[in-house]
C-alpha cells in the first residue's frame, strides 16, 4: 500500500514558477514508477511527467517539454515537479500516481495507475 500527499501548489503569475512534492509512504516508493497527471473540471486527467523507479528515465508531455522537470529523491521518499515559465492553461488540479508495473513511457498512455494523491490546486493568472 502506498499513500501520497501532494504539496506546493498556489496561485502564481504567469511567467512564475512552482515546485509541486508529493511524500510517499510505504517501504516499496523506490521501486514504483512516479508520475504527475493534471484535471481541470469538466475534462479528462491528462498525463504531465513521469520518472522511472532509479530517475534514469523520465517522460513529458509536450505541453510542458522545456518548462516542466521531474525529479526524485528515493531517500527521502519524495517525487518533484518543477514547473517554470508557468502559463494561464496550466491551471489545474495536480494528482501525483504511483505504480508498480508501468514504465516512465507507459504511464503516459493514460491515467489508469496503481495509486493516486488527493490533487493539489494550481492557479495561474494572467
Known amino acids: 500500500q502506498v499513500q501520497l500527499v501532494e504539496s506546493g501548489g498556489g496561485l502564481v503569475q504567469a511567467g512564475g514558477s512552482l515546485r509541486l512534492s508529493c511524500a510517499a509512504s510505504?517501504?516499496?516508493?523506490?521501486?514504483?514508477?512516479m508520475g504527475w497527471f493534471r484535471q481541470v473540471s469538466g475534462k479528462e486527467r491528462e498525463f504531465v511527467a513521469a520518472?522511472?523507479?532509479?530517475?534514469?528515465?523520465?517522460n513529458y508531455a509536450e505541453f510542458v517539454k522545456g518548462r516542466f522537470t521531474i525529479s526524485r529523491d528515493n531517500a527521502k521518499n519524495t517525487v518533484y515537479l518543477q514547473m517554470n515559465s508557468l502559463k494561464p492553461e496550466d491551471t489545474a488540479v495536480y494528482y501525483c500516481?504511483?505504480?508498480?508495473?508501468?514504465?516512465?513511457?507507459?504511464?503516459?498512455?493514460?491515467?489508469?495507475?496503481?495509486?493516486w494523491g488527493q490533487g493539489i490546486q494550481v492557479t495561474v493568472s494572467s
Open positions: 500516481a504511483a505504480d508498480p508495473v508501468r514504465t516512465a513511457q507507459t504511464m503516459a498512455l493514460g491515467p489508469i495507475v496503481g495509486y
Open positions: 520518472i522511472s523507479w532509479n530517475g534514469g528515465s523520465t
Open positions: 510505504g517501504r516499496t516508493f523506490s521501486t514504483y514508477t
